[in-house]
């Protein structure tokens, strides 16, 4: 839960990213900026005996891309996600509406804490291939949710006006008079 990535990860971290020679200014944002600036959203927990059908009812009421599956103490146990829906339900043509999210969920997933770097995050989704992220306290229960599209967000808002508006083809003529901040 964070620990485990920081162990491994933030001996070498600081060097890679924090450098202005590297990324400057979002090198140093993705060294230093922890994932409480994504502004996670608030999870939607359910237990493992909820059906399907009502994990996604409610995934689409609440326009999130997953649930998370907590036990009687409210710890996290399980995630179960859209790429779920397709892959272990529709793709096995699976009942919905009879089949528990203990039966399809993915059981004791990666978790992450709101102080964590934003850089963990990042590590998740590009090399384990993550696209959602469950967000836990201390006791491992659930208190916010962080998608790929929170992260995109954040990239772009480090980088300057001037290329996010740039239309496909175009290029920035003169990169040195670039705010990359």
Known sequence: MGGEFEDEYSA?????????????????????????????????????TATV???????????????????GAGRLTGIFTERDVLTRVVGKDLDARRTPL????TRNPEALTARDRVAYAVHCMSVAGYRTIPLVDPEGRPIGIVTVSDVVRWLANLFPEAVLNLRPGDAIKRPQDVDAG
């Open 53 to 71: 059908h009502e994990a996604v009812q409610t995934m689409l009421a609440r326009r999130q891309a997953g649930v998370l599956v907590t036990d």
């Open 12 to 48: 070498t971290i600081d060097d890679d990213l924090n450098g202005p020679e590297v990324l400057g200014e979002a090198g140093r944002a993705l060294a230093t900026d922890i994932i409480a600036v994504l502004s996670p959203a608030e999870p939607i927990c359910l237990s493992d």
């Open 102 to 105: 203990a039966a399809v969920m």
